[in-house]
């Protein structure tokens, strides 16, 4: 089957790192995305894994370990503002530009 | 990058009716996603909108409940049609590039009463 697991919440102190794990079996794989989520909004792309390796975009860095079906997304420097629910989605080879989503960690930073 | 627009951004609609949703984007794009998110759960894909064919949906989901249209490359519609209150959620349109990045129209806010 298809599966994809992320913890459901995580909190934090400004200021603070936190890391956000995904896990994932799904039917093929072309990359692993993370995307950002604020309450009544849609989502918007952070990052993404094609090979396995680190990856960072300023604050944001995600990983992957295609092997071990994980990756994480690590958020440096907290901020009030981070404060939204974060998507772990795999690319899948089903067909071309067909995402699966796990069911989002919301992260809570607190002062 | 690509700007979506959804209209409209919200509706309470009675059992039994339908609504249609449009979606606009600003720039011609091959791949175009339906998505159904309900509260506090994560995006499930509705279908892939294709341009001069029929759509292709995702197990669970059928054109006659969600008949959908893409006359050309840069819009598309979803109906929600004889709507229940299980139908209650955010109805998204998404793009994806060639790059693989993937924009998200603002939603659509569903209520069935």
């Known amino acids: 089957g298809q599966n994809i697991d992320q913890p459901t919440e995580m909190t934090a102190t400004e200021g603070a790192i936190v890391q956000i794990n995904c896990t994932y079996q799904?039917?093929?794989?072309?990359?692993l995305f993370w995307y950002q989520q604020h309450a009544g909004e849609a989502p918007t792309f952070l990052s993404y894994?094609?090979?396995?390796g680190l990856e960072e975009k300023g604050r944001f860095s995600s990983f992957l370990s295609r092997s071990k079906g994980y990756s994480y997304l690590l958020l440096k420097e907290l901020q009030m503002k981070d404060s939204a629910s974060y998507l772990c989605a795999v690319l899948t080879t089903d067909s071309w530009g067909k995402f699966q989503f796990g069911a989002g960690t919301q992260v809570v930073v607190t002062p | 990058s690509a700007v979506i627009s959804q209209k409209p951004s919200r509706d309470i609609c009675q059992r039994g009716t339908s609504l249609t949703i449009q979606c606009q984007v600003d720039?011609?794009?091959?791949?175009m996603f339906w998505y159904r998110q309900q509260p506090g759960q994560s995006l499930t894909l509705i279908a892939t909108?294709?341009?001069?064919?029929?759509?292709?949906?995702e197990s669970g989901f059928v054109i006659d409940k969600f008949p959908i249209s893409r006359p050309n490359l840069t819009f598309s519609t979803l109906t929600v049609s004889n709507m229940s209150p299980e139908d209650s959620s955010i109805y998204l349109c998404?793009?994806?590039?060639?790059?693989?990045?993937?924009?998200f129209g603002p939603g659509t806010r569903l209520t069935v009463t």
């Open positions: 998404s793009v994806v590039l060639e790059t693989y990045e993937q924009y």
């Open positions: 720039s011609q794009v091959t791949m």
């Open positions: 799904t039917s093929g794989f072309n990359g």
């Open positions: 909108a294709n341009q001069g064919s029929e759509a292709t949906y």
């Open positions: 894994n094609v090979l396995d």
